[in-house]
């Protein structure tokens, strides 16, 4: 049995996307016995950030500057804007480092079973940010749910009377994907945006 404490720290990292009680047991013993290595680097970064949490007021990204890092890049070109569902969303374009412009996080996907309407999301600042102009093309990246596809659709419909170039990810086949093991929806879109063999 483990001490009241250190079974609160198993479940609070059982509670983390992806661990569940096993992960988080092993977590905490490889903590308890690389105390001085992991255990007290991870409290300090934890309670760095805890501190220093923002949410940017510019764009909805999390970090710990007001505007982050990215709206305040100077490198990156503000014309081209890319509008994603969730933080993990735009952490995972930026990661790759394809995507020069900036970010509009709208903090969700509309969804009628979930009661998540337009005006539960950053969609009014999304709107706002396009109207003050400067921007030439807005870059829908929703994923390719029913939901996203709704919340891209109904972007789409609010943004078409101003003067930008609207654009969407491309969906279909993954690199390295074998069709046989894809799902009817990937296959029917990746059918749908065939283009000619050059």
């Known amino acids: 049995m483990a001490s009241p404490e250190i079974e609160t720290l198993t479940q609070a990292l059982a509670r983390l996307p992806g661990l569940g009680p096993r992960s988080a ?3 905490v013993l490889h903590l308890l016995k690389k105390r001085e290595a992991a255990m007290a680097p991870l409290l300090r970064a934890l309670e760095a950030v805890n501190e220093r ?8 990204n999390v970090d710990t500057t007001d505007p982050c890092t990215i709206c305040a890049d100077p490198r990156r070109d503000a014309r081209l804007l890319c509008v994603v569902e969730e933080v993990a969303d735009l952490w995972a374009l930026d990661r790759a480092r394809l995507f020069p412009g900036r970010f509009h996080v709208l903090g969700g996907r509309l969804s009628a079973l979930e009661g998540v309407r337009p005006e539960d999301l ?3 600042s999304l709107i706002r940010r396009v109207a003050a102009g400067g921007i030439d093309e807005v870059v829908l990246a929703m994923n390719a749910t029913l939901e996203g596809q709704t919340t ?3 972007i789409a419909e609010r943004i078409e009377s101003f003067p930008v170039r609207l654009t969407q990810l491309a969906h279909g086949l993954p690199v390295g ?3 046989d093991y894809l799902d009817e929806g990937t296959l029917a879109q990746a059918l749908r945006a065939r283009r000619p063999v050059s």
């Not at 949490?53 to 909805?60: A, F, K, N, S």
């Open 25 to 27: 047991r092993r977590a």
């Open 53 to 60: 949490l923002v949410t940017c007021h510019v764009c909805g």
């Open 152 to 154: 891209a659709h109904y």
């Open 122 to 124: 950053a969609i009014d």
């Open 177 to 179: 994907g074998e069709l």
